[in-house]
């Protein structure tokens, strides 16, 4: 939601200086290129998010922050591995690592040389719901910036020997983070068991077999799908001169074409009946847990309640778990839990491991019997005030750079079409009281909705 | 803007009169302050038999003071809006906390507290100790680690940067409540400490709160290193850590790197980050994006208070492993042989100049510069005149200093695999081992 600030008198000033670029930039420019300004979004007390859009569907939000000499540079794609169809999971993924590949007017390797002799520092990600890649150069270079990026969005080459060479680098990071790291190989195996039906149910990275499978073609489809200007947001923080970025953008990026994204095939996970459990044996030398509880969406009401309900039972050493199994009983060695911040209803996650000659038997009793008390009895005030003040502190940290801004304006926009989200959600940690963190404990934590991984050791290891 | 407060006579060298160091970056952006409270001294303290012992003594500090229980201290600081944690490397150690400016008083109290009246309650270390145990069985699980551990402990075979800071099962076990009583009075001197503020404060206000921090601590001049300079072996050694159903390997080879004191240093961190430091260096050309064999390829020369480790690192599947140690062999060997072109000096030079404003975009990198120099006995401009020291190195100057301090036949190399699959190709694929060990993963 866009709100627009309040007219004063100095914004007054400041908003007709900008209508007067505007009207400059767009003199005898093409419809594709024209830019619009959609509204000044505050964010935060100190901090203002201007919102652009050209004619061809790319949305551009612009943050100016002079305390470096930097800008952050970020270009947001709505697409991730929920776009996918089973037997070519991980495409977003491995299409994400092809981006640094070559393009018509750069050759391979080209692209990461560049920005490296700039002195940019990049990278990129990809998750469920969206794919970001970004860069964070000094100020004097962004238009190099610029041009790469929009190079990219619209004329990449793809050629098999680097797409066969990326699935092999693809598939040496899922044996990293999912086959060689028991935590990674449970966390996956508690998705496909939580959900039947909807996308969430595959892992980003995707399938061995499927890495493996990927086609030329099958990534050329998915470009001249998902890769368009109208599918896109750029989001850029740091110390520019607003005119001269729009102008440079207007001109990268004016003449791409903007595509018919297609309708998303969604699939609903059904409601869970019945709890799911599973028992595995992993080279591991203490028992694990893994839950999960079916969740709500970022975007729900319930959403910021049931995060807070997390953090009183999860977060640090004064939380009510850590204190019970690791402190006072000595079952566990780490706890942890986390609510996914998805477009559609996600998961409350919970890991726990054991401590050498404990059981998740013992885990799972002593879980079960704190949240047994936050579904039974309200959290204290206490409780709660600790959790606004933690996640305060948190949202501050998260700003300290260009990049942290532009990632939580990226972020925020591109789930929920908010971007200022972060501070609207802060409001909402502000607003919520106990009967809040009460009514979702007994709405979520259910067990006909739960999903359980035991982990077992595989072979008697020296476990001390 | 920064500041290098010192109560130092001007002409006194070193912490002569015994009182704290204070380095403040101030900066109104947000209302955030970042306090880093370093000692001197860390971990190669520990005696023989007791590692572990100051990484135990530090985590104690939080877990009951000044008539706090452990749990109130910890509810105490999340209720501030404060996160405070701790560092311990073998030669410094260091409090850290972060918190919002309206409660910036009461956390330097607590960090003050921590430092100075922790209680030290025998049930509480005894619950520590058990924790830890659990948490050395649980680091198990990370095949990076196990290679890292291995690595370094060959690489310093002999010196305290080989030991484990976290210690071992029987050495932590081993540890007394009249152990750490005495570790804390050895390191918590008022003149062993430095202190830097980066953020929502001014210097004045800076200062008094330092006063307040080190008020309670006795006075005392600076813990002497007993870290000496770390020596090569003169020859080529292999660790294999074998760990079942591995389809993928951890690899780790290097030797003793060096010292932003060694006069050559910035010019082989310029030629390493040819060699490995970037997205497009050598390494990561010839192993990720050739032949794809691993995720990532980097080589890294790190310092210390002493020459650390400079070190390869790449991960790949099992398959490869063997193929990918022989490939980066011949790599370094071509380093070291025919050395840089002027062309890629141009490259790293250029990168290095331009990215260095990614070292100092915030307060807290700023201002941990300028407390690095302090605690790792740094050259006093080796941050601020970094730029121009890079600019100056010839080509010359990265090819000799490669020559001088990197050689391929003194060399570790640390793999975690599945030793009755792999162990053999992996050993035929270093010529001229002098050694080779095979160790358990859980082996303690």
Known sequence: ???????????????????????????????????????SIPLGPAMLVQRYRLGNGLTVLTSIDASAPVVSYHTWFAVGSRHERAGKTGLAHLFEHLMFNETENHPAGSFDRTL??????????????????????????????????????????????QVTSEKEVVANERRYRVDDDVEGAVSELLYKTAYTTHAYSWPTIGWMTDIEGFTTEDCAGFYRTYYAPNNATVVVVGDFR?????????????????????????????PQSEERRLSVKKPTATDKLAIAYHGPAFGDVDHVPLTMLSEVLFAGRSSRAHRTLVQKEEIATELRGWVSTFRDPGLFE????????????????ALDRELARVVSEPVTTFELDKVKAKVELALVQSLETASGKAEQIGFYHTVLGDAAGAFARLEAY???????????ARRYLASERRTLIEVHPETSGNGG | M?????????????????????????????????IAVALRSGAASDPVGKEGLTRVMVRMLRRGCR????????????????????????????????VITRSLDQVVDLLAAMMAEPTFDEVEIGKLLRETQGEIVEARDSDRSLATRHFRRLVFEGHPYGRRLGGTIPSVLALTEADVRASHAYHFKRGNIAIAFAGDVREARAAELAERLVAALPPGQP??????????????????VDKPERTQTQILLGEVGSHPRDPDHIALHVATTIFGGTFTSRMMRAIRSDRGWSYGAYARLPYDKQRDAFSMWTFPAAKDAAACIALELQLLQAWREKGLSARELAFAKRYLVRSHAFDIDTPQKRVHQRLDVDLFDLPADYHDKYVDHVQAVTLDDANEATRRRVSSDDLVVAVVGTHAEIGEAVASAVPGLAKVEVVAYDAE
């Open chain 2, 2 to 34: 920064s500041h290098a407060i010192s109560h130092l006579d001007a002409s006194a060298p070193g912490l002569a009169n015994g009182e704290p160091r204070i380095f403040v970056e101030d900066s109104r952006a947000l209302p955030l302050v970042s």
């Open chain 2, 223 to 240: 813990v002497p290193s007993e870290i000496t300079s770390p020596e090569r072996h003169g020859k080529r050694r292999l660790v294999f």
């Open chain 1, 1 to 39: 939601m866009t709100q627009t600030v309040p007219t004063t008198q100095e914004n007054a000033r400041a908003s007709q200086r900008r209508a007067e670029i505007i009207r400059e930039l767009n003199a005898e420019k093409p419809p594709g290129a024209r830019i619009e300004h959609e509204g």
């Open chain 1, 350 to 365: 919970i890991y726990a491991t054991a401590r050498p000659g404990k059981t998740s038997a013992e885990l799972l009793a």
């Open chain 1, 242 to 270: 607003e005119r001269d970025l729009l102008a440079k953008i207007q001109k990268a990026y004016g003449g791409l074409e903007s595509a018919d994204i297609p309708v998303e095939d969604v699939r609903p996970e059904p």
């Open chain 2, 67 to 98: 008539g706090m229980s452990s749990h109130e201290f910890e509810e105490t600081v999340d209720a501030l809006g404060a996160e405070i944690s701790a560092d311990v490397s073998s030669s410094v150690i260091t409090l850290h906390a972060d």
């Open chain 1, 116 to 161: 490296e002799e700039a002195g940019a520092e990049s990278n990129a990600a990809t998750w469920v719901d969206w794919t970001f890649y970004h860069e964070s150069i000094p100020k004097d270079r962004v238009g190099l910036v610029i041009e790469l990026e929009a190079e990219r969005m619209s004329r990449l080459v793809l050629r098999e020997p």
């Open chain 1, 430 to 440: 502000r607003r919520t009281t106990r009967s809040d963190l009460l009514r979702v």
